[in-house]
């Protein structure tokens, strides 16, 4: 056994306020290992002009409001480092430094390259930034030396490129300067947005942890529910139904099985199932709820905590640059 921390490090592009799915995949995830092993989480905002550079103006915002999300669900500053990328420039320095070395069709293979162009079709993605974005990930965890990236499956070439590019750099300067690291896939329970399709903004169909109460419980009620139960008297099968997808999280397991068979006998009508899916929502952020509130009005320490970060994440990243300017023999 050793008891050396492991070092973990992940991103996500600043999208403004997070919604449940963000909760229950990613920040649940980050709770949990932030209790063990040296955390380095931070907001990605210049991944978020590979895709937004024609309006640049919510980035800030959004990278503010995100903080408030990590902080008011749990993600302690105290045990973890919480930085804003472009606080840190040593990123680009490396950013630059990888792609003297990366050819071209590394980035070109990387699926997400076509398939963000084709699902983003409307925007023009023939950019160098954006081809280069998976390039740019590599040297935000490369900086840290980290040996541990959680992510979702969607990220996993790009953790598998990090590591190509880091036995290249290694091979090509004779030293073993770059860790490879691993990415850590966290099981994820898929929680669809009201509309029953993926929750995603663009949907328009999320529910947000920050959202009221009165809002929850509108977008609750919107809720699409199995399709084939018409009437109340209808039996219905609750594996068709948004609403159940959403109890099998967030409502004790015995009560959801007393859901799922109310459900299939018809013995429960579909209001009175989002009636007790709300009430549990509700009680489940009602804690975040309040410490996003007191977060808003004391923005000044939200600045504290990423200045802090910046701190701690630069100087890593300076002692990370040092090394990788001698193995080249720049310095
Ligand atoms: N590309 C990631 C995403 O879209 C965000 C990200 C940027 C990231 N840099 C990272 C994740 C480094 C993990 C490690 O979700």
Known sequence: MNNVKKRVLSGMRPTGKLHLGHYIGVLENWKKLQQDNECFFFVADWHALTTDYNDPSKIREYTEDMVIDWLASGIDPEKCTMFVQSDILEH????????????????????????????????????????????LQSADILIYGADTVPVGIDQVPHIELTREVARRFNFLY??????????????????????????????DNCIFISDNPETVEKK????????????????????????????????????VAEIAE???????????????????????????????????????????????????ASAEARKMMERVRRTMKLK
Not at 99 to 106: H, K, L, T, V, Y
Not at 182 to 203: E, H, N, V, W, Y
Request: proline fraction near 6%; charged fraction near 25%; include cysteine.
């Open 220 to 255: 609750v009620m919107q809720m699409v529910t199995d399709p084939h139960r018409i009437k109340k008297s209808d039996c219905g099968d609750p594996e068709l139904s948004t609403v159940y997808a959403y109890h099998k999280i967030f409502t004790p397991g015995e009560k």
């Open 262 to 312: 109310g459900c299939r006998t018809a013995s429960i009508g579909c209001v009175q199932c989002k009636k007790i899916l709300i009430q549990n929502l509700l009680s489940a952020f009602s804690g975040f709820r309040a410490r996003r509130t007191e977060l808003e009005k004391n923005r000044s320490f939200v600045n504290d905590i990423i200045n802090e970060g910046k701190g701690k």
């Open 92 to 135: 680009a320095e490396l950013h630059l430094l990888l792609s003297m070395i990366i050819p071209i069709p590394w980035l070109e293979r990387v699926p997400s390259y076509k398939e963000t162009q084709e699902s983003l079709s409307e925007r023009d993605l023939t950019t160098y930034g954006f081809l280069g974005y998976p390039l």
């Open 174 to 203: 004779g030293e073993n300067t770059l860790v490879e690291p691993q990415s850590m896939l966290t099981a994820t329970p898929k929680l669809p947005g009201i509309d029953g399709r993926k929750m995603s903004k663009s949907f």
